[in-house]
């Protein structure tokens, strides 16, 4: 009997060995099996059941197999579909369950199969097929994490290029609990209901269709329900302000008002700002309640800046201002915004979170004098550089929706713009009209009347303070041009002044000139 089923077996192999190969072909429907093996009898020729497996795409790169242990199984064979034919691409021990196929391509399918293989066969699997992802994951962001209140806690994380979201983890009972989905443009979130005095542990994933790659987490305290604000160095006496952040009509770039210190190129970005997109000053500020100052109940607000890497940093400031609002930056009509940001800053650079001429100074002193790229930059998060003035090089950056700040020459041709040889002033642009004679908007940071002109006076005499102006009157009159490096603009200012001007000297109130640059 043995030899009737060796011969009857070797007399089928020689009519179908053409369409068997041990190791490298299939049956368009069964799986192979080795007939070559030693027959001692019928049950001796039983073979191992096939695998049941799954291929997952892991990473644009990589594909994940796993399969089900197979009883009697010596070894698992994987093979792979390459050019036209099944190859095999691993031999494992038969306690294997699983392989990692790396080196591939994104977006490309794939087919593999899985094989258990014994002394008396080999039994496969149908195949399966698997797309890789079409991109890699975004690399983890940077997190900090700040109380700004008892109640609240501000996070920040850089934006992370092919992110299409980011999302905001919270450890909770022991887990960590999704609160938050933000999208690609979001660098900021503020958690509150929180409680007073308690330490709590966040972690953000930048995340696209490739998956979530996480930011080491990190752990902030709320303050206790008597919240301490600290104030920068200041000539004058801290006291409380009454008035509301914003105007009715959201921030202006008429709210800046320079006060006494040279920090016109941080009021001249500030306006820059406020006139060309002033959903970055709305999103600067974020109520964070009252506490109680030396029995005078005070309003709280966290202010955000970038940092020179992009990272949002906040710093918490209340409604006291030096001399209430009369010595530096002036509260116009009992709108804040500006003289809150500028203390902000101060207490930021003191904290090195943003760049100013005496960084890690906390101080309105440490304002005095600086550039407008530095201010830009904290304050929208894009990058700015300085250009010689160029009246082509203006229209385009406007017309490109980018914040231009510029800076006056040593010795300007009209007495009417601010600048010697002592020192420079910032302006903003505020507006562009190619078709007009005078195209180009520009704000000085000391303010302005309903006739254009500033308050004070400098050298004796009145400066413009807000203006149109020609190319050739830009040119004679400024020396550089700080411009961001990539559009911001999300609106145009919609306050219009029709005047122009001539060089004729009109009768102006004196003041003292006490402004600096």
């Given amino acids: 009997m043995k030899r009737f089923i060796t011969n009857l077996i070797d007399a089928f192999k020689a009519v179908a060995s053409p369409l068997f190969d041990v190791f490298t072909s299939r049956q368009s429907s069964s799986r192979r099996k080795d007939v070559t093996l030693q027959v001692e009898s019928l049950e001796d020729r039983a073979m191992p059941a096939a695998p049941v497996f799954t291929a997952v795409a892991a990473s644009p790169t990589q594909v994940n197999l796993v399969w089900n242990p197979v009883a009697g199984a010596r070894s698992i064979i994987v093979d792979q579909w390459i050019s036209g034919a099944w190859k095999q691409i691993a031999t494992l021990g038969a306690t294997k369950t699983s392989v990692s196929v790396?080196?591939?391509?994104?977006?490309?399918?794939?087919?593999?199969?899985?094989?258990?293989?014994?002394?008396?066969?080999?039994?496969?699997?149908?195949?399966?097929?698997?797309?890789?992802?079409?991109?890699?994951?975004?690399?983890?962001?940077?997190?900090?994490?700040?109380?700004?209140?008892?109640?609240?806690?501000?996070?920040?994380?850089?934006?992370?290029?092919?992110?299409?979201?980011?999302?905001?983890?919270?450890?909770?009972?022991?887990?960590?609990?999704?609160?938050?989905?933000?999208?690609?443009?979001?660098?900021?979130?503020?958690?509150?209901?929180?409680?007073?005095?308690?330490?709590?542990?966040?972690?953000?994933?930048a995340s696209n269709a490739s998956g979530t790659a996480w930011a080491a987490y990190k752990s902030a305290t709320t303050f206790a329900n008597t919240i301490r604000v600290d104030h920068p160095i200041a000539e004058g006496t801290y006291t409380n302000v009454n008035g509301s952040l914003f105007g009715s009509g959201g921030p202006s770039y008429l709210d800046v008002r320079q006060g006494g210190v040279g920090d016109c190129w941080l009021m001249?970005?500030?306006?820059?700002?406020?006139?060309?997109?002033?959903?970055?000053?709305?999103?600067?500020?974020?109520?964070?309640?009252?506490?109680?100052?030396?029995?005078?109940?005070?309003?709280?607000?966290n202010v955000r800046f970038y940092d020179n890497s992009g990272v949002v940093r906040s710093v918490l400031v209340d409604t006291k201002l030096p001399n209430g609002g009369g010595k530096y930056a002036h509260p116009v009509n009992g709108t804040l915004w500006v003289a809150l940001a500028e203390k902000a800053y101060?207490?930021?650079?003191?904290?090195?979170?943003?760049?100013?001429?005496?960084?890690?100074?906390?101080?309105?002193?440490?304002?005095?004098?600086?550039?407008a790229t530095w201010a830009l930059r904290a304050i929208t998060g894009k990058s700015a550089s300085f250009f010689s003035i160029d009246p082509n090089n203006i229209a385009a950056a406007w017309n490109a929706g980018k914040f231009i700040v510029l800076t006056s020459s040593t010795r300007p041709a009209s007495q009417y713009i601010v600048g010697d040889s002592a020192s420079t002033h910032a302006y903003a642009v505020v507006g562009y009209n190619?078709?007009?004679?005078?195209?180009?908007?520009?704000?000085?940071?000391?303010?302005?009347?309903?006739?254009?002109?500033?308050?004070?006076?400098?050298?004796?005499?009145?400066?413009?303070?807000?203006?149109?102006?020609?190319?050739?009157?830009?040119?004679?009159?400024?020396?550089?041009?700080?411009?961001t490096t990539a559009p911001g603009r999300d609106t145009r200012a919609t306050i219009e002044y029709r005047f122009e001007y001539s060089e004729s000297v009109f009768a102006h109130k004196h003041r003292d000139d006490w402004y600096m640059m």
């Fill in 346 to 371: 101060a207490q930021a650079t003191g904290l090195r979170y943003v760049t100013s001429a005496q960084t890690g100074t906390s101080a309105y002193s440490a304002l005095n004098g600086g550039q």
């Fill in 434 to 483: 190619a078709s007009a004679g005078n195209p180009f908007k520009v704000y000085n940071p000391w303010g302005t009347d309903a006739n254009g002109w500033a308050p004070g006076t400098y050298h004796n005499h009145a400066v413009y303070g807000l203006f149109n102006a020609n190319a050739a009157f830009i040119s004679q009159n400024f020396i550089y041009q700080a411009v």
């Fill in 268 to 301: 001249a970005a500030f306006a820059e700002v406020a006139a060309c997109a002033p959903t970055y000053i709305t999103n600067m500020f974020s109520y964070a309640g009252t506490t109680v100052d030396n029995g005078i109940t005070v309003s709280l607000y």
């Fill in 102 to 205: 790396t080196g591939l391509s994104p977006s490309t399918t794939y087919y593999f199969d899985v094989g258990a293989y014994t002394a008396n066969g080999l039994e496969w699997a149908p195949y399966k097929s698997v797309t890789t992802f079409a991109s890699a994951p975004p690399a983890a962001p940077s997190l900090t994490a700040s109380a700004i209140s008892s109640t609240q806690v501000s996070l920040g994380w850089n934006r992370v290029s092919g992110a299409t979201n980011y999302l905001v983890n919270q450890w909770v009972s022991g887990a960590w609990k999704q609160i938050g989905n933000f999208g690609s443009g979001t660098s900021s979130c503020m958690v509150s209901s929180l409680s007073a005095s308690t330490t709590y542990y966040f972690t953000v994933g």
